[in-house]
């Protein structure tokens, strides 16, 4: 997808990505050192073309100057219970301070995420600590998308 139109993500994918995910979100400096934190609340905008998500921003993490430098982002979702797993990629467009709304999403996305790892065996006290206070708020334009579920296709793009 890089370099031509955006295509809209698929209302099947879209309600996925806003299911009981695992995420993971990383980014890099400029000599490619990469930097990893967990994503949550992710939701697709309107036009499907650009996703907002907050992330895991702890003091000594590398993730908000990676963004503000260049902008490169890949955010790996993955459901646990059945272990597919789609990663988009794209280019920051904004940074900020979590909202009322995003805040929100995190909450409703916590919720549904312990739902979805207590029946394998993660404990709710223990899945609750994987989100931190410190969250900065990440939309950001998808540019390429892949299936990375484990199997003959983990690589394709979608």
Not at 27 to 40: F, I, K, N, S
Not at 133 to 150: A, H, I, K, N
């Amino acid at each position: 997808m890089a370099g031509s139109a955006l295509r809209p993500l698929s209302h099947e994918l879209v309600a996925f990505l806003e299911g009981p995910l695992a995420v993971v979100v990383a980014t890099r400096d400029e000599e490619l050192r990469p930097e990893v934190a967990r994503g949550w609340g992710l939701e697709v905008a309107d036009e499907r073309t650009t996703v907002t998500l907050c992330v895991g921003d702890p003091p000594g993490s590398r993730t908000r100057a990676n963004l503000e430098t260049n902008g490169a982002i890949a955010v790996t979702c993955s459901r646990p219970s059945t272990y597919r797993t789609v990663q988009l990629k794209g280019s920051a467009l904004e940074l900020r301070p979590p909202g009322e709304r995003e805040l929100a999403a995190v909450r409703r996305h916590l919720e549904a995420f312990v739902e979805e790892v207590e029946p394998l065996g993660v404990r709710s006290e223990g899945a609750r600590t994987f989100v931190g206070s410190e969250l900065l708020s990440v939309t950001f334009e998808v540019r390429e998308l892949y299936d990375q579920t484990p199997g003959p296709t983990a690589g394709a793009r979608l």
